[in-house]
């Protein structure tokens, strides 16, 4: 690190992994008199201005929840229209992605998207496979308690096929087949609108993860608001259960 003078402070390196709960597109759509898609719209700008406040801050991965398994019992016109953004944001962001040397991972039971959906999210997926920055993982159709069931499922399969003994079963072989199992797990959690809780969101990953919760609606959350969510972090004490 280099050196600074004494009036100088010097800069706290960023939390390596950030995961943001989007809350309240709805809310802010709302109170403009506007309809929900709107809101999302909205919500998709914010997502922009934050990918880029985490790179310009060093962040080395980025997770964002998009879409939870709770969200199908939404309105049928709501829930289409969220399908056609993301379809949208995912053909129009790839240049974008690529030119900033961005990687692209999504989590969720992708299963329950449309054949084009799923095509082009594998589409979008390859076309960033090979960039070395900062990776942006996109939740969708993601739930906590169906990843954990989804890794259960796993480890059973592999006791089956009599690759794993039931003994050899601890934390770190059950960490192997939850989602982001090859990436760090989060150092922070920031959740937007107000509300305090998880949500069914990455609830192995999190164990031992900073919260921030902060009142702004998510498509008002901007770079003001992620750098004082990175200043709370830093002014936690992270013990992991030690003194």
């Known amino acids: 690190m280099s050196q600074t003078s004494a009036n100088e402070s010097v800069p706290l390196p960023p939390p390596a992994h950030i995961a943001i709960i989007m809350d309240g597109n709805n809310r802010w759509a709302k109170k403009k008199h506007l309809p929900s898609l709107a809101g999302h719209k909205a919500g998709a700008t914010a997502v922009r201005k934050t990918v880029e406040a985490a790179v310009k801050s060093g962040v080395k991965v980025l997770t964002l929840f998009a879409f939870s398994s709770e969200n199908w019992q939404r309105p049928k016109v709501e829930v289409e229209g969220l399908m056609s953004l993301f379809m949208r944001s995912l053909k129009k962001e790839v240049k974008r992605l690529k030119e900033h040397d961005i990687r692209l991972e999504v989590i969720g039971d992708l299963s329950k998207f449309s054949p084009a959906l799923q095509k082009q999210i594998q589409l979008s997926v390859s076309e960033t496979s090979s960039n070395s920055g900062m990776s942006l993982v996109i939740a969708a159709n993601y739930g906590g308690r169906w990843d954990i069931t989804q890794a259960a499922k796993s480890m059973c399969q592999t006791v089956l096929n009599g690759e794993l003994s039931i003994d050899d079963i601890d934390e770190t072989k059950i960490g192997e087949h939850i989602q982001l199992a090859n990436l760090p797990p989060p150092d922070l959690l920031i959740r937007t609108s ?11 990953q999190t164990a031992y993860s900073e919260f921030v919760f902060l009142p702004v609606l998510w498509p008002d959350f901007d770079k003001v608001h992620f750098d004082e969510a990175l200043s ?4 936690r004490q992270r013990r992991y259960g030690g003194r």
């Not at 107000?194 to 192995?204: A, Q, V």
């Not at 709370?232 to 002014?235: A, C, D, E, P, V």
């Open 194 to 204: 107000g509300e305090e809780r998880l949500s069914n969101f990455l609830l192995w």
């Open 232 to 235: 709370i972090y830093h002014g």
